[in-house]
């Protein structure tokens, strides 16, 4: 069973990221903080959950957090700062917009760029351990997958709308047949030796 938080000193907020390893779009983040009485019901890490499960979670955290924000870093600032620097400042952005301050930051991760002024605790797969940290997984996971959906009708021949930007077999070979969309990490390498061979195997 997940703890509700890694601290229970100060007021703390979970953080974490969505879309870090896509090839397109913005890199999203959460910061949550989350009533001492929090009932957590289905709550763990966004990835071991379904869509439907995400919403409903999306809807429960969104109306029973103390404070809860989710901030972006677009793809262009990505190819100017890099994608580990950006995932940093989505997080800062996020908990610049919190409407409670937080006194201490649990980091899903094992890097992070202190926030001026606040203590951090950086936990390896601390979205499976910790609420807040999970919730801030499920906000930032489900606003970038709608930001996401909304991208895929301007461009829907990369099927972001299933694959949210991720590099998919699918998503790679639109890539390489009709070029990168404006909305692409120019950064990143759209390439693989994998969809080489396949590529050549399937015609």
């Not at 499960?53 to 677009?74: C, G, K, P, T």
């Not at 100017?80 to 409407?99: C, D, G, P, T, V």
């Not at 001026?116 to 996971?141: E, F, R």
Request: charged content about 20%; some cysteine.
């Amino acid at each position: 069973m997940l703890l509700n938080c890694y601290q229970t000193d100060f007021i703390e907020a979970g953080c974490d990221e969505a879309g870090r390893g896509c090839l397109a779009g913005p890199v999203f983040a959460a910061a949550v903080i989350l009533p001492p009485d929090f009932i957590p019901g289905e709550l763990t890490d966004s990835k071991k959950l379904n869509h439907k499960q995400r919403a409903a979670l999306r809807i429960i955290i969104e109306q029973e957090a103390l404070a809860w924000a989710v901030a972006s870093v677009d793809h262009e600032e990505i190819d100017k700062i890099n994608i580990l620097n950006a995932s940093f400042l989505a997080m800062h952005r996020a908990i610049e917009q919190l409407s409670l301050k937080p006194e201490y930051l649990s980091i899903d991760g094992n890097r992070f760029k202190a926030y001026t002024g606040i203590p951090h605790s950086c936990i390896v797969k601390g979205d499976g351990k910790y609420l807040n940290i999970a919730a801030a997984s499920i906000l930032a996971k489900t606003h970038r997958d709608e930001h996401m959906e909304q991208l895929a009708l301007e461009y829907p021949v990369y099927q972001w709308a299933q694959n949210k930007g991720y590099p998919t077999i699918v998503h790679r070979k639109a890539a390489l047949a009709h070029g990168l969309s404006p909305y692409h990490r120019k950064t990143f390498s759209i390439t693989d030796p994998q969809l080489v061979m396949f590529s050549e195997i399937n015609g």
